[in-house]
C-alpha cells in the first residue's frame, strides 16, 4: 500500500502542476513604441522619454495593476495575464495630450499586443 501512495503522490504533483499552468495561461505581452511631437531633429524632444511610464488597469475594475518604464528610444514592454486591460500614459507634469490612451484592450494567452502611442507634447 506504501508503494502505491508513493508513486500515486508524484502523479497527482505533476498533473496538479500541468493543470495550475495552463489555468493561468501563457505569458501575453503588450509592447509599443511612444512617439513624442513635435519630433527634433539633432536636439531633445520638448518631453523626454524617462518623464514616461505605460500603466496597466484591470478592465472591469479599474484597479491599478502594474507600470513600465519607456526606454530612451520610446519602446516599452510590459508581461501581463491574458485578460482585459485599459492602458494608458503617465506623463510626469501631465504635459501634451494623446488620443491613443486611454484605451481597452483584449488580451490572449500568449499574444503579443502592440499598442504604438503617439503624445502631442505642445497640446
Known amino acids: 500500500m506504501k508503494r502505491v501512495i508513493r508513486l500515486i503522490i508524484p502523479v497527482l504533483i505533476t ?10 495561461g501563457a505569458p501575453s505581452y503588450i509592447e509599443g513604441k511612444l512617439t513624442i511631437l ?6 531633445s524632444p520638448v ?4 518623464a514616461c511610464q505605460i500603466i496597466i488597469y484591470d478592465a472591469q475594475t479599474g484597479k491599478f495593476l502594474d ?4 526606454d530612451e528610444n520610446g519602446y516599452y514592454s510590459i508581461k501581463v495575464r491574458p485578460g482585459s ?6 506623463r510626469m507634469g501631465s504635459i501634451g495630450k494623446s488620443t491613443d490612451v486611454p484605451q481597452i484592450i483584449q488580451i490572449e494567452g500568449g499574444e503579443t499586443l502592440e499598442l504604438n502611442i503617439t503624445l502631442n507634447a505642445l497640446r
Do not use: N, Q, R
Not at 498533473?15 to 493561468?24: H, P, Q, W
Not at 507600470?67 to 519607456?70: A, G
Open 47 to 50: 518631453l523626454v522619454y524617462s
Open 38 to 43: 513635435p519630433e527634433v531633429t539633432g536636439g
Open 85 to 90: 486591460y485599459i492602458v494608458d500614459l503617465y
Open 67 to 70: 507600470m513600465t518604464d519607456v
Open 15 to 24: 498533473v496538479g502542476l500541468f493543470a495550475s499552468s495552463c489555468t493561468l
